[in-house]
């Protein structure tokens, strides 16, 4: 064979090559590339896992101030009561997000509160998260586990569902959470008065922006259940899913609450 017709055919290789790449990209939700980062300055829709038992009406103070400013807020329906196994919410979180791109987003936001943080955050590492995902906020989430769930399953094994035995520090399911802070960017906010996330700094995680609210706006009486609406958490969130630097997001307690 000539030098030429080797020359010839190696270009056709290389473009065919190049085509197959392309194809493949095309194939990822929203264009990106897989193990992405995306755009930090073009905010997405935001999704919103709701918690253990799956209750939206908490979260929908949190979901109408993100439209207010002008955002796609959806609160998420959990697949069954809620309290079964976190791995089939995982797949809600994911057909979520593959209709959100589908549809033509770059990415998306996600806030994931209590159990739905341990959601967002498995999903982060077990589809493609930084692809497909600007930012992650957790709210009052026990992503170290919580011995609230510890003590329930031992002591109470039929009042502990699936969900609640997956929420035990050093679950299988919880040491997947390894390194998911790091991933993207991601705020983890939570309330010294949490009896429910114990003790409360299990939400904190390596690599997050980790915030205690009482640290930002001292004396404030915040439960587990009060965070979504607290008027500081909720101006957190916005801040944190503002096309500034998620570092950005603390402020001083008065123009959180102004915000929220």
Do not use: F, K
């Amino acid at each position: 064979m000539s030098p030429r017709r080797r020359l010839l055919l190696g270009l056709l290789a290389l473009v065919a090559a190049v085509a197959v790449v392309a194809a493949v990209v095309a194939l990822v939700p929203g264009g990106a590339r897989p193990g992405g980062p995306v755009a930090q300055d073009r905010p997405g829709p935001v999704l919103i896992v709701p918690g253990y038992g799956g209750d939206r009406g908490g979260l929908e103070p949190l979901a109408a101030a993100l439209r207010a400013q002008g955002r796609d807020a959806r609160v998420l329906v959990l697949d069954g009561d809620g309290t079964g196994d976190l791995n089939r919410q995982v797949e809600v979180l994911d057909r979520a997000v593959a209709d959100a791109t589908g549809a033509g987003a770059a990415s998306v936001d996600v806030v994931g509160y209590s159990a739905g943080g341990v959601v967002a955050g498995l999903w982060a590492v077990r589809d493609d998260g930084a692809a497909r995902a600007r930012r992650i906020v957790s709210l009052g989430s026990p992503l170290a586990g919580t011995e609230v769930a510890a003590s329930a399953a031992a002591l109470a094994p039929d009042a502990c569902p699936q969900a609640c035995r997956q929420l035990a520090p050093g679950s299988a399911l919880l040491g997947e959470l390894a390194g998911a802070g790091s991933l993207l960017p991601w705020l983890s906010v939570w309330t010294g008065d949490d009896r429910v996330v114990t003790p409360p700094a299990s939400a904190r995680l390596a690599g997050a922006v980790n915030v205690e609210l009482q640290q930002l706006c001292p004396g404030a009486a915040v439960d587990h259940g009060g965070l979504p609406a607290d008027d500081a958490v909720v101006g957190l969130v916005l801040r944190a899913l503002s096309p500034a630097p998620i570092a950005q997001a603390p402020a001083d307690c008065g123009t959180l609450r102004a915000a929220g």
